[in-house]
């Protein structure tokens, strides 16, 4: 089984930056690949940042140039570098991850609020 835990959330203006952190726990050889999502206030989740077991890496038209998604395989943690953030970045962040066809992991969710 594998455990998913997010940090580094908080209250910042905009223009500002976050590092959002997911450390993975449990069953780690499982995770195929680490995704970031968001859902903000009465949206859908969506998908912002991925990163697959090979290293291909995708992000959303939203925040491509803005966000960075990388990962310490040593210390089984991807990160999310989060510059020039934007109000409408304001969401609870969630680190996923598939680990069998048809299950994903899920952590609980950071905050990250940025202020106009």
């Known amino acids: 089984q594998v455990q998913l835990v997010e940090s580094g959330g908080g209250l910042v203006q905009a223009g500002g930056s976050l590092r959002l952190s997911c450390a993975a726990s449990?069953?780690?050889?499982?995770?195929?690949?680490i995704n970031w999502y968001r859902q903000a206030p009465g949206k859908q989740r969506e998908l912002v940042a991925a990163?697959?077991?090979?290293?291909?890496?995708n992000y959303a038209h939203a925040v491509k140039g803005r966000f960075t998604i990388s990962r310490d395989s040593a210390k089984y943690t991807a990160y999310l570098q989060m510059n020039s953030l934007r109000p409408e970045d304001t969401a609870v962040y969630y680190c996923?991850?598939?680990?069998?066809?048809?299950?994903?992991?899920w952590g609980q969710g950071t905050l990250v609020t940025v202020s106009s």
């Open positions: 996923n991850a598939p680990v069998a066809p048809g299950l994903d992991v």
């Open positions: 990163i697959t077991r090979g290293g291909t890496i």
């Open positions: 449990g069953n780690v050889n499982s995770i195929n690949s």
